[in-house]
């Protein structure tokens, strides 16, 4: 690794397609990880964010069907569910004292516009002081296609209905080849960022993700974290950047898991390319907990929560849990050195010890 | 390399950045193993009794002898297993069980000479709080005890039953089992017979950052002596299904503890030239960080192991498995004997 580059990081100087390739292909792991470390220090001091949370899937029945995905079924086939929301409340009612609920599914061939829109207000009645955080790019763009209606008028709705934050999910890996042979039912990347654009606009946070450890290059890997830099400069709208590595098992792509070397390199050089990001996560579902804890030492700053109930990660073959508990979160915080902070899902501080 | 003393290496273990850590160990590796090479052994953990007097309070696999999941495997069960692990390109089996209350000496010379007589494949077995109680049983030294085993076949010791080398914590752990200087005695003589062993740890529990010192100075100083270990191997305490598990809760080390205790041992340990990661206890992405932090072997493919299992830690895996998880970290996999002697190169 030539050190102008060390230097320049150091410096504020932000890093070109070239010095982050250089970055990647390096095989320093310690100095890449010492400063992200330090960047992420920068941003958040010796703060390690997690969240109470817990996930609902109102549907695993999908028109999109993509490769990478242990998930999705077709409608009618063997093992597809679809949740009423009075059901989708009943879960929630069943578990107290969580501060977001994480709503993701699958593209559902006849639950129309509305259908979504209701499932959020009755959430928000219920519960009006969780944060509701709901619907990837992917499903929005799904939406608006079923609806007829323009993406700022379904972001709109949603929002009034109590939507707040959207997840980052549906990124996948921008580069164009690669994301046709990965999901080509799926949006495409350009429109992704489109939707982004547009919720961040009518003042919904979201999230973004990277799914690596595939098929891609590291060019289409840097490629999507420069073109999520471009969108945050205009925007500011990004709470948190998520690489996710990939799970090959019952996939139709298969292959292997990513290294959790490369894990913690991609996190950390993240935390390098995306000055304008607060927050890196290491998502302890796709990472394991002891890469993840790990990756606290490698520029992340949240581990995001307790979760309950994940069901995408785990039919792919996760290896960890399906849930944790606050104090499993905090004492992993504790023995990474850092100090833990409970958030909402706006990066609000609920506890601090 | 100038030796680390002991002062020095405690305060680096409990206060330098784990970075800085495994940096430097990442260098010494690099200097002991020069070819980027991760080696591995395709083997199998036979547990010929789960039956145990000794009880610690670290294992969820020991039962008592009245116990209905009592058991001991029959010699056809054990060829057949044998057979299995040849089949699969083993080259070793790792044999160890608890102490049961009715098996002798004579139990372990025909089980050795049966296994010798119909295979070929290393036997390395019977740790040393196994040959602690057969001398005992039979009022034999340690060097005898050793030595009868050897005749009737055994070939290379497994560094079980160290736990902690540190008598004040045994007496908590497993007051029931040898203390640290027995088991440093039957290595010290089984190196003297000619033969060779591993080290292990297991931390995690009670231990204090200065009883790992301690640990690790007691095997620095005896490799010292007689150049007898093949490799150190350091792993977490498992807490599930333990009675320990009552005092210490769920938790223990975490992935940032086990590769901080990982980097101290590489360095500390000088003289022995391989550690091994720990993929049974650590799942095989942290074991891949461990290739980074001073180990430069992945143990066992362990086609079977059940003690770790009995505290529900469960990381499945197949030497396939094994082999492009080595890759994807960019080094070369390679199989190796129980000696470090190189088989195939993948």
């Known amino acids: 690794m030539q050190s102008d580059i060390l230097s320049r990081i150091e410096s504020g100087i932000r890093l070109s397609f070239h010095d982050t390739l250089e970055l990647f292909r390096s095989d320093d792991i310690f100095e890449i990880g010492r400063l992200a470390s330090k960047i992420a220090q920068l ?9 109470v949370n817990r996930h609902i899937n109102p549907t695993n029945i999908c028109v999109n069907r993509c490769k990478f995905c242990a998930f999705s079924r077709s409608k009618g086939e063997v093992g597809s569910f679809e949740l009423t929301i009075d059901q989708i409340l009943e879960r929630l009612s069943s578990s107290g004292g969580f501060s977001e609920v994480h709503i993701v599914g699958g593209l559902h061939p006849d639950w129309p516009f509305e259908h979504y829109v209701a499932m959020i207000s009755a959430i928000r009645q219920k519960f009006p002081t969780i944060n509701i955080k709901a619907f990837t790019a992917v499903e929005i763009d799904y939406f608006s296609r079923i609806s007829g209606l323009g993406l700022e008028q379904v972001l709109n709705k949603l929002k009034d209905s109590g939507l707040q934050i959207m997840p980052g999910g549906g990124a996948e890996i921008f580069a164009e080849g690669i994301r046709n042979e990965l999901c080509p039912e799926k949006i495409s990347g350009e429109r992704w960022r489109e939707v982004m654009e547009v919720a961040h606009r009518v003042g919904i946070k979201t999230n973004a993700t990277m799914l690596y450890g595939h098929l891609e290059t590291l060019e289409d890997r840097i490629d999507h974290l420069l073109k999520l830099r471009e969108l945050q400069d205009r925007t500011g709208g990004f709470q948190a950047f998520i690489p996710l590595a990939y799970h090959p098992k019952n996939t139709e792509i298969g292959g292997f898991y990513s290294s959790g070397l490369d894990d913690l390199k991609t996190i950390a050089i993240s935390r390098l390319v995306l000055d304008n990001f607060d927050h890196i996560k290491a998502y302890w579902i796709m990472l394991g907990e002891k890469v993840s804890q790990t990756a606290l030492l490698f520029g992340a700053d949240d581990l995001d929560g307790t979760i309950i109930e994940e069901k995408i990660t785990h039919m792919a073959g996760a290896m960890t849990g399906e849930g944790m508990t606050r104090d499993d979160l905090i004492y992993l915080i504790k023995k990474a050195g850092k100090t833990p902070v409970e958030r909402d899902g706006l990066y609000n501080k609920i506890w601090k010890e | 390399m100038e030796r ?6 405690l305060d680096l273990f409990k206060n330098a950045d784990l970075l800085d850590l495994g940096d430097y160990v990442d260098r010494m590796r690099k200097s002991l193993h020069p070819e980027g090479m991760v080696t591995f052994v395709v083997d199998r953990n036979i547990n010929y009794t789960n039956v145990c007097i000794n009880q610690c309070r670290f294992c969820a696999f020991y039962r008592s002898a009245e116990s209905p999941e009592a058991y001991i495997l029959s010699e056809g069960e054990l060829f057949k297993k044998i057979e299995e692990t040849i089949e699969l390109g083993g080259t070793q089996i790792l044999i160890q069980g608890g102490l049961h209350p009715d098996l002798g000496l004579d139990y372990y010379t025909s089980l050795l000479k049966s296994i010798k007589s119909r295979f070929e494949i290393n036997v390395h077995g019977f740790s040393p709080p196994e040959v602690c109680y057969l001398a005992k049983k039979h009022n034999l030294t340690i060097n005898d005890t050793i030595r009868t085993l050897k005749d ?22 497993s007051p029931k089992k040898i203390k640290s200087g027995d088991w440093l ?15 292990t740890m297991m931390f995690g529990s009670i231990e204090t950052p200065e009883d790992i010192i301690e640990h690790l100075d007691a095997i620095r100083s ?19 299904n333990t009675d320990l598990n009552k005092d210490t809760g769920s938790h223990t080390a975490t992935a940032v503890d086990y590769l901080r205790v990982l980097s101290i041992s590489r360095m500390y340990l000088d003289n022995v030239k391989n550690v091994q990661a720990s993929w049974v206890t650590q799942g095989l992405k942290l074991a891949q960080v461990a290739l980074r932090f001073g180990a430069n072997d992945f143990g066992s493919t362990m086609i079977e192991e059940n003690v770790v299992r009995a505290a529900g830690v469960s990381y499945r895996v197949s030497k396939e498995d094994i082999i492009n998880a080595i890759k994807a970290t960019g080094f070369i996999a390679a199989q190796r004997d129980t000696y470090y002697n190189l088989i195939k190169i993948f």
């Open chain 2, 185 to 199: 005695r039957v290595m010290e003589e089984a190196h003297g017979l000619g033969m060779r062993t591993t080290a």
């Open chain 1, 43 to 51: 941003k958040n001091g010796s703060n390690a964010y997690f969240i």
């Open chain 2, 4 to 9: 680390i003393s002991r002062q020095k290496a």
């Open chain 2, 152 to 173: 009737a076949g055994l070939d290379s010791i497994p560094g079980g039953g160290a736990e902690i080398l540190s008598d004040r914590i045994r007496e908590v752990l």
């Open chain 2, 222 to 240: 005896l490799q010292d002596r007689t150049g007898g270990f093949t490799a150190f191997i350091p792993w977490s305490f498992q807490p599930g």
